[in-house]
């Protein structure tokens, strides 16, 4: 059992050893995995998008569903010093515990919009998704800093790389169950019985985590006045507002992307349910074929070689939607073709821009304020833009001119400011000081001289 927060003053116990927290990296690969299955079969991924237009949810409506579990994440400026003060492991177990409880609870929608109708229903769906948007937040207020602490700088490449796989096949798994379950039938139903084998192993998940040391409670935390002017000082540093805008216009073009992309696919490109569904796999495949690489390059190389070419292919993403025609051949060899360079470039992006944040931006003693205007500023441009997306597509609703082999719709505008404000992103994460001795400058030159260098002989190379 667990000791109350006043019987462990920091002192108390012995910090854990980095052998202890690598002995532990297996708890969070497998926790992970099972949270992957969770979080596709309820919010994070098509299925949940899927559900919401099967509600009849119109699109602005839906980008504003979307919106609540980022937004939620401004809860960090304020909750940060009080999960350090609490425990952050303690936080970030009952609140990600909490909330498979909360989504567990759509499970009564039928019920209630049955008993109440359909306007209580939407109300209920909104509470729920309400809560749980707020546990997910505080949990992860306390799991950023935590995580600084919990995996070691010098193999924190290679976890990522790891991770991306256990996911990947956790992934995989869990989009081809929900692909047969989705295409096999109509109604909502098929989709609550997902939610409901999410929810199950959303706790097994939890529990794993329960064997990851670190996160004390630490009573000497930082008041609010103190908090406030440690952020005010972070926000002072040239270093950290470069990253924070790169952060920014890299999640905004992202996003703008791929909220509504599965409606895009199902409605635009004539592509059925369970597909759509199915084709999520190839993002998972994409990413895992990218993340074994980059995690080690990320180690050797440093952050920023590995980050910034990831961005020039993410930049390609909303150039293929935009050139895809809407009456193309063989669309979904197509479709599944853009969904893994995408899954390879989030893979390199997550991994550069995660590895460039803990090594080389955030100063350990101050990891507080600053993890809490990270989540915060995440949440902040995660929760517009889909709110953005939502009502551009609610605005031109299904208006179209086709300017030669182009459609321009709410779509077309999607993927064309994307593609500027990736290409912003790229610019200011440039600007962001490298982690390591090495810059993708010196990393390409000595490729291009290795390559200069090389000479066939007369029988081949």
């Known amino acids: 059992m667990t000791e109350p927060v006043h019987a462990l003053p920091a002192s108390s116990k012995a910090e854990p050893s ?55 994440g401004l809860l960090a400026l304020g909750f940060a010093p009080w999960a350090t003060r609490l425990g952050r492991k303690r936080v970030f177990i009952t609140g990600y515990g909490i909330r498979k409880f909360v989504m567990a609870g759509l499970l009564l929608l039928p019920l209630v919009m049955a008993r109440l109708g359909h306007t209580a229903g939407l109300a209920y769906l909104l509470a729920v998704i309400l809560t749980f948007a707020v546990l997910r937040a505080l949990a992860e207020t306390a799991a950023y800093p935590w995580s600084q602490e919990a995996i070691p700088n010098r193999v924190r490449g290679m976890f990522s790389a790891v991770n991306t796989v256990v996911s990947t096949v956790a992934a995989c798994v869990a989009l081809l169950v929900a692909g047969r379950i989705v295409g096999s039938g109509s109604g909502p139903g098929r989709f609550l019985l997902l939610i409901g084998m999410g929810c199950a192993l959303g706790v097994v998940s939890v529990s794993l985590m329960l064997r990851v040391p670190g996160g004390r409670p630490d009573p000497a935390a930082v008041d609010a006045g103190a908090h406030l ?16 805008a790169g952060l920014g216009c890299v999640t905004l073009g992202t996003l703008l992307v791929v909220s509504f992309l599965p409606l895009y696919v199902q409605e635009r490109l004539g592509v059925a349910p369970g597909v759509v569904v199915t084709l999520d796999t190839a993002v998972m495949a994409g990413s895992a074929l990218a993340g074994l690489a980059c995690g080690w390059a990320a180690d050797r190389l440093g952050s920023r070689p590995v980050l910034m070419p990831a961005l020039v292919l993410n930049l390609l993403i909303p150039v293929g939607w935009l050139l895809l025609p809407r009456q193309a051949p063989h669309v979904v060899g197509w479709c599944a073709v853009l969904y893994l360079a995408y899954g390879a470039a989030a893979s ?16 350990p003693e101050q990891n507080t304020a600053y993890t809490a205007i990270y989540y915060a500023w995440m949440g902040l441009t995660g929760g517009t833009a889909p709110l953005l997306a939502g009502a551009l597509l609610s605005a031109c609703g299904r208006h179209a001119g086709a300017p030669g082999a182009l459609a321009v719709d709410g779509h077309a505008v999607l ?30 030159r000595r490729v291009f001289s290795r390559v200069s260098e090389w000479r066939p002989g007369p029988w081949g190379p």
């Not at 002017?229 to 924070?244: G, S, T, V």
């Not at 991994?351 to 090594?359: E, Q």
């Not at 400011?417 to 010196?442: C, E, I, K, Q």
């Open 18 to 72: 980095e052998d202890a927290f690598i002995r532990a990296l297996p708890w969070q690969w497998a926790s992970n995995g099972l949270n992957t299955l969770f979080a596709l079969w309820t919010f994070g991924g098509s299925v949940f998008l899927l559900f919401l237009s099967e509600l009849e949810l119109p699109k602005a409506q839906i980008g504003a569903v979307l919106s609540l579990f980022p937004f939620c």
């Open 229 to 244: 002017a440690a952020m005010r000082e972070a926000l002072r540093d040239r270093n950290f507002r470069f990253y924070l």
């Open 348 to 363: 390199g992006v997550g991994i550069g821009a995660g590895r460039l944040l803990f090594n080389g931006v955030i100063p």
């Open 415 to 444: 993927f064309g400011v994307s593609l500027v404000l990736l290409a912003l992103g790229w610019w200011f994460y440039g600007r962001v000081r490298p982690d390591d001795v090495h810059t993708t400058r010196t990393v390409l």
